[in-house]
Protein backbone atom coordinates (compact mmCIF):
# COMPACT_ATOMS: atom_id res chain seq x y z
CA UNK A 1 0.00 0.00 0.00
CA UNK A 2 1.22 3.72 -0.38
CA UNK A 3 2.01 5.68 1.91
CA UNK A 4 0.03 8.57 1.21
CA UNK A 5 -3.24 5.73 1.50
CA UNK A 6 -1.75 4.90 4.76
CA UNK A 7 -1.12 8.09 5.78
CA UNK A 8 -5.10 9.17 4.84
CA UNK A 9 -6.39 6.37 6.55
CA UNK A 10 -5.08 7.28 9.88
CA UNK A 11 -5.77 10.86 9.43
CA UNK A 12 -9.51 9.75 9.03
CA UNK A 13 -9.27 7.63 12.09
CA UNK A 14 -7.69 10.45 14.05
CA UNK A 15 -10.10 13.19 12.94
CA UNK A 16 -13.47 11.02 13.35
CA UNK A 17 -12.34 10.85 16.62
CA UNK A 18 -15.30 12.43 19.15
CA UNK A 19 -12.44 13.98 21.04
CA UNK A 20 -11.05 17.09 21.00
CA UNK A 21 -7.66 18.55 22.48
CA UNK A 22 -8.01 22.11 23.82
CA UNK A 23 -5.43 24.43 23.25
CA UNK A 24 -3.97 26.65 26.80
CA UNK A 25 -1.06 29.02 27.13
CA UNK A 26 1.88 26.72 28.72
CA UNK A 27 3.80 27.70 31.80
CA UNK A 28 5.55 30.62 31.68
CA UNK A 29 9.46 29.94 31.96
CA UNK A 30 11.53 32.54 34.27
CA UNK A 31 15.14 33.08 34.86
CA UNK A 32 15.86 31.55 38.34
CA UNK A 33 18.29 32.41 41.04
CA UNK A 34 21.20 30.46 41.25
CA UNK A 35 19.89 29.51 44.74
CA UNK A 36 16.11 28.78 43.64
CA UNK A 37 17.27 26.96 40.40
CA UNK A 38 19.24 24.40 42.39
CA UNK A 39 16.66 23.87 44.51
CA UNK A 40 14.09 23.09 41.90
CA UNK A 41 16.97 20.68 39.52
CA UNK A 42 17.17 19.01 42.76
CA UNK A 43 13.08 18.91 43.01
CA UNK A 44 13.20 17.57 39.24
CA UNK A 45 16.11 14.71 39.96
CA UNK A 46 14.14 13.50 42.82
CA UNK A 47 10.73 13.58 40.82
CA UNK A 48 12.92 11.18 38.33
CA UNK A 49 14.08 8.87 40.64
CA UNK A 50 11.05 8.28 42.15
CA UNK A 51 9.43 7.63 38.66
CA UNK A 52 12.34 5.03 37.21
CA UNK A 53 11.40 3.39 40.29
CA UNK A 54 8.18 2.75 39.97
CA UNK A 55 7.82 -0.97 38.05
CA UNK A 56 4.82 0.70 35.73
CA UNK A 57 3.48 3.57 34.57
CA UNK A 58 0.04 4.05 32.45
CA UNK A 59 -2.20 6.67 30.81
CA UNK A 60 -5.34 7.59 29.51
CA UNK A 61 -5.97 10.68 27.99
CA UNK A 62 -6.66 11.98 24.73
CA UNK A 63 -3.85 13.32 21.83
CA UNK A 64 -3.56 15.73 18.83
CA UNK A 65 -0.85 15.48 16.34
CA UNK A 66 0.11 17.34 12.95
CA UNK A 67 2.81 17.16 10.65
CA UNK A 68 2.05 20.59 9.08
CA UNK A 69 -0.35 18.81 6.14
CA UNK A 70 -2.50 16.38 7.95
CA UNK A 71 -3.39 16.13 11.66
CA UNK A 72 -6.10 15.13 14.13
CA UNK A 73 -7.32 13.96 17.59
CA UNK A 74 -8.17 10.27 19.12
CA UNK A 75 -8.22 9.06 22.78
CA UNK A 76 -4.77 7.59 23.43
CA UNK A 77 -3.93 4.69 26.10
CA UNK A 78 -0.36 4.38 26.51
CA UNK A 79 1.83 1.29 29.11
CA UNK A 80 5.20 1.21 30.08
CA UNK A 81 6.93 -1.71 31.79
CA UNK A 82 10.40 -0.64 31.16
CA UNK A 83 11.72 -0.60 27.46
CA UNK A 84 8.19 -2.02 26.73
CA UNK A 85 5.30 -0.18 25.89
CA UNK A 86 2.12 -0.60 24.20
CA UNK A 87 0.32 2.49 22.76
CA UNK A 88 -3.31 2.72 21.68
CA UNK A 89 -5.45 5.32 19.62
CA UNK A 90 -8.58 5.06 19.25
CA UNK A 91 -11.50 7.42 17.43
CA UNK A 92 -14.53 6.71 19.55
CA UNK A 93 -17.24 7.06 16.75
CA UNK A 94 -15.44 4.86 14.01
CA UNK A 95 -14.05 2.18 16.46
CA UNK A 96 -11.15 2.07 14.29
CA UNK A 97 -7.48 2.11 15.91
CA UNK A 98 -4.15 1.32 15.71
CA UNK A 99 -1.65 -0.38 18.20
CA UNK A 100 1.91 -0.18 18.39
CA UNK A 101 3.51 -2.07 21.21
CA UNK A 102 7.54 -2.81 21.63
CA UNK A 103 10.58 -2.42 23.20
CA UNK A 104 14.27 -1.19 22.36
CA UNK A 105 14.39 -3.79 19.96
CA UNK A 106 11.83 -3.04 17.58
CA UNK A 107 8.20 -1.96 17.10
CA UNK A 108 4.87 -3.44 15.87
CA UNK A 109 2.50 -1.50 14.54
CA UNK A 110 -1.29 -3.17 13.88
CA UNK A 111 -4.08 -1.84 12.62
CA UNK A 112 -3.59 -0.29 9.10
CA UNK A 113 -4.57 -1.52 6.32
CA UNK A 114 -2.77 -3.83 4.44
CA UNK A 115 -1.38 -5.56 7.73
CA UNK A 116 0.86 -5.21 10.69
CA UNK A 117 4.19 -3.38 9.96
CA UNK A 118 7.59 -4.27 11.86
CA UNK A 119 10.68 -2.42 12.28
CA UNK A 120 13.80 -2.85 14.08
CA UNK A 121 13.58 1.84 14.47
CA UNK A 122 10.27 2.38 15.81
CA UNK A 123 10.25 6.20 14.62
CA UNK A 124 11.26 5.14 10.99
CA UNK A 125 8.03 2.67 11.35
CA UNK A 126 5.59 5.38 12.14
CA UNK A 127 7.40 7.78 9.79
CA UNK A 128 6.89 5.26 7.05
CA UNK A 129 3.54 3.86 8.00
CA UNK A 130 1.73 6.90 8.77
CA UNK A 131 3.60 10.05 8.39
CA UNK A 132 3.31 11.51 11.58
CA UNK A 133 6.50 12.06 13.86
CA UNK A 134 5.92 10.59 17.53
CA UNK A 135 8.61 10.45 19.76
CA UNK A 136 7.76 6.95 21.31
CA UNK A 137 11.01 6.47 22.54
CA UNK A 138 11.26 9.13 24.69
CA UNK A 139 7.60 10.59 24.94
CA UNK A 140 7.04 8.46 28.36
CA UNK A 141 9.35 9.64 29.68
CA UNK A 142 8.48 13.43 28.84
CA UNK A 143 4.69 12.67 29.44
CA UNK A 144 5.86 11.60 33.17
CA UNK A 145 7.54 15.21 33.73
CA UNK A 146 11.44 13.57 33.48
CA UNK A 147 14.51 13.89 31.06
CA UNK A 148 14.25 10.95 28.29
CA UNK A 149 17.60 8.91 28.23
CA UNK A 150 20.52 11.06 27.46
CA UNK A 151 22.36 8.20 25.84
CA UNK A 152 19.92 8.05 23.49
CA UNK A 153 18.02 11.04 23.51
CA UNK A 154 20.72 13.21 24.01
CA UNK A 155 21.51 15.95 26.71
CA UNK A 156 18.12 18.33 27.81
CA UNK A 157 17.43 22.06 28.50
CA UNK A 158 15.19 22.69 31.24
CA UNK A 159 13.61 25.65 32.18
CA UNK A 160 11.16 26.38 35.03
CA UNK A 161 8.42 28.68 36.38
CA UNK A 162 8.72 30.97 38.99
CA UNK A 163 7.13 28.40 41.82
CA UNK A 164 10.65 25.75 40.93
CA UNK A 165 7.88 24.00 38.84
CA UNK A 166 9.24 22.14 35.26
CA UNK A 167 8.02 24.30 32.57
CA UNK A 168 9.82 23.90 29.24
CA UNK A 169 12.28 20.88 28.52
CA UNK A 170 14.36 20.36 25.02
CA UNK A 171 15.65 17.63 24.16
CA UNK A 172 16.53 15.62 21.05
CA UNK A 173 15.48 18.34 18.86
CA UNK A 174 11.95 18.93 20.65
CA UNK A 175 10.84 21.30 23.02
CA UNK A 176 8.23 20.16 25.62
CA UNK A 177 6.29 22.56 27.12
CA UNK A 178 4.24 21.39 30.69
CA UNK A 179 0.93 23.11 30.57
CA UNK A 180 -0.46 21.60 34.20
CA UNK A 181 0.19 19.69 36.60
CA UNK A 182 -1.70 17.45 39.34
CA UNK A 183 -1.28 18.64 42.61
CA UNK A 184 1.50 17.69 45.21
CA UNK A 185 0.55 14.02 46.06
CA UNK A 186 0.82 13.30 50.18
CA UNK A 187 3.55 10.06 49.53
CA UNK A 188 6.79 10.62 47.62
CA UNK A 189 7.05 7.20 45.91
CA UNK A 190 4.73 8.32 43.33
CA UNK A 191 5.08 11.95 42.35
CA UNK A 192 3.17 14.64 40.91
CA UNK A 193 2.70 14.16 37.49
CA UNK A 194 2.45 16.38 34.12
CA UNK A 195 -1.62 15.97 33.30
CA UNK A 196 -1.09 18.60 30.09
CA UNK A 197 2.09 19.12 27.37
CA UNK A 198 2.52 20.36 24.38
CA UNK A 199 5.59 18.97 22.27
CA UNK A 200 7.01 20.38 18.79
CA UNK A 201 9.70 19.63 16.60
CA UNK A 202 10.03 21.50 13.82
CA UNK A 203 6.49 21.41 11.46
CA UNK A 204 5.68 17.96 14.20
CA UNK A 205 3.32 18.33 16.37
CA UNK A 206 1.97 16.54 19.84
CA UNK A 207 -0.34 17.71 21.81
CA UNK A 208 -1.38 15.70 25.36
CA UNK A 209 -4.25 15.57 28.03
CA UNK A 210 -3.60 12.73 30.14
CA UNK A 211 -7.29 12.02 32.04
CA UNK A 212 -5.82 9.16 34.55
CA UNK A 213 -2.55 8.32 35.53
CA UNK A 214 -1.41 4.42 36.80
CA UNK A 215 0.97 2.67 38.18
CA UNK A 216 1.29 -0.38 39.98
CA UNK A 217 0.43 0.62 43.27
CA UNK A 218 -1.70 3.94 42.76
CA UNK A 219 -3.92 5.65 40.03
CA UNK A 220 -5.24 8.92 39.66
CA UNK A 221 -8.39 10.03 38.41
Not at 18 to 41: D, G, I, K
Not at 184 to 212: C, F, H, K, M, Y
Amino acid sequence: MRLRTVSAALAVVMLAACTSVPVRAPLQTVELAPEARAAALARLESREAAVQALPELAFEGRVAMSNGRDGGSGRIEWQQNGAAYRVTLSAPVTRQSWELQGDGSGARLDGLQGGPRVDADVGALLRGATGFEIPVAAMAAWAAGTRADASAAGAADIAFDAGGQLARLQQDGWTIDYVEWQPEPASARVPALPTRINAQRGEARVRLIVDRWATDAVESP
